[in-house]
């Protein structure tokens, strides 16, 4: 059964993968599932819900539930929702117009494998966070 959340991220850059452990170890209810953009569950989910670029692949962090997509720092600050307190502090970035966000999260994205490099797969440290990929 597929999570009533999905965050799908970058499988090939260290600081997605990061987020994803980040999330999954805060996440003690386990309403998030997490799969790569570019696994075949990632493709299908952009497909579903209209969300590429010309590339066929977004360049960016998206979160999916059945019926709508966030993409960017929409999608960063509706995990944000999602998490216990303190994570859920981060719901303070919607204050901040999103063209500013989404900027400083274009501009982060644009440097994320100079500043933090490439994983060749996505490193889950535990079963229980293992079981939770999707693909």
Same mark, same amino acid.
């Given at each position: 059964?597929?999570?009533?959340?999905?965050?799908?991220?970058?499988?090939?850059?260290a600081?997605?993968?990061?987020?994803?452990r980040?999330? !999954?170890d805060?996440?003690?209810?386990?309403?998030?599932g997490?799969a790569?953009?570019?696994?075949?569950?990632?493709r299908?989910?952009?497909?579903r819900?209209?969300?590429?670029r010309?590339?066929?692949?977004?360049?960016?962090m998206?979160?999916t539930?059945?019926c709508?997509?966030?993409v960017?720092?929409?999608?960063?600050?509706? *995990?944000?929702r999602?998490?216990?307190?303190?994570?859920?502090a981060?719901?303070?970035?919607? !204050? *901040?117009?999103?063209?500013i966000?989404?900027a400083a999260?274009?501009w *982060?994205?644009?440097?994320?494998?100079?500043?933090?490099g490439? *994983?060749?797969?996505?490193? !889950?440290?535990?079963a229980?966070?293992?079981?939770?990929?999707?693909?």
């Open positions: 059964m597929m999570p009533a959340t999905i965050i799908l991220f970058d499988g090939d850059c600081l997605c993968s990061r987020a994803v980040f999330v !999954a805060r996440d003690r209810a386990g309403r998030f997490f790569s953009l570019q696994g075949e569950i990632g299908a989910e952009c497909a819900l209209g969300v590429a010309a590339s066929g692949e977004p360049d960016t998206v979160v539930t059945a709508r997509a966030w960017r720092s929409e999608a960063v600050i509706e *995990v944000a999602r998490l216990p307190w303190p994570w859920r981060g719901l303070l970035l919607a !204050a *901040v117009p999103r063209p966000r989404d999260y274009r *982060v994205a644009r440097h994320r494998f100079a500043w933090f490439r *994983v060749d797969a996505c490193a !889950a440290p535990t229980a966070v293992r079981a939770r990929m999707l693909d």
